[in-house]
T-cell receptor, first 113, second 114 residues
Framework: AQTVTQSQPEMSVQEAETVTLSCTYD???????LFWYKQPPSRQMILVIR??????QNATENRFSVNFQKAAKSFSLKISDSQLGDTAMYFC??????????FGQGTRLTINP | GAGVSQTPSNKVTEKGKYVELRCDPI?????LYWYRQSLGQGPEFLIY????????DSGLPNDRFFAVRPEGSVSTLKIQRTERGDSAVYLC????????????FGPGTRLTVL
């Protein structure tokens, strides 16, 4: 069974700083997909970024980028120029070809003014 | 277009009662998923529909939990004889059903069993 581990329960940075959230996963599959979701207090899970395992190029979405290391089974999220609105729970998730998402425990990120 | 909607937003019930939670997916999405999120945890998979049929129900914790999607659109998660341990946020998501496609989530239903 696949597992996802987020080793940082909480993180806190100042506005405009760069922050990196860690995620590792365990799988024996070669073809899979990785996601970062953000969950603000409103509860709604919002997609931040998606990575296909067969693509070597790291995904980027504006201020958000990932460092995908397939051999190390590592998938970290970097947030540049952090903003107050980035304050939320962040979840790393794994999806195999069987479609269901396996989530990590989450990292609570606080951006301070 | 409209996103995934879930009703009710909050549900409080008494131990032993029956509850139904509804999910309305994004129009045109053939795949629908239910997850359960306990306090302070990541969501856990319950069941996945492709069209009207349950493609994977391996996450349902026991036979008190049942879900349907009779017309391939709206889905209802049904919980019989609720227990206090069923208290959680129940999240619904939908996708195109293509391999690896992004799942879009609704706002969830917070279920509290007293």
């Amino acid at each position: 069974a696949q597992t996802v581990t987020q080793s940082q329960p909480e993180m806190s940075v100042q506005e405009a700083e760069t922050v990196t959230l860690s995620c590792t996963y365990d799988t024996s599959e070669n073809n899979y997909y990785l996601f970062w979701y953000k969950q603000p207090p409103s509860r709604q899970m919002i997609l931040v970024i998606r990575q296909e395992a067969y693509k070597q190029q790291n995904a980027t979405e504006n201020r958000f980028s990932v460092n995908f290391q397939k051999a190390a089974k590592s998938f970290s999220l970097k947030i540049s120029d952090s903003q107050l609105g980035d304050t939320a729970m962040y979840f790393c998730a794994f999806m195999s070809t069987f479609q269901k998402l396996v989530f990590g425990q989450g990292t609570r990120l606080t951006i301070n003014p | 277009g409209a996103g995934v909607s879930q009703t009710p937003s909050n549900k409080v019930t008494e131990k032993g009662k029956y509850v139904e939670l509804r999910c309305d997916p994004i129009s045109g999405h053939t795949a629908l998923y239910w997850y359960r999120q306990s306090l302070g945890q990541g969501p856990e998979f319950l069941i996945y529909f492709q069209g009207t049929g349950a493609a994977d129900d391996s996450g349902l914790p026991n036979d008190r939990f049942f879900a349907v999607r009779p017309e391939g659109s709206v889905s209802t998660l049904k919980i019989q004889r609720t227990e206090r341990g069923d208290s959680a946020v129940y999240l619904c998501a939908s996708s195109t059903g293509l391999e690896g496609d992004t799942q879009y989530f609704g706002p969830g239903t917070r279920l509290t069993v007293l």
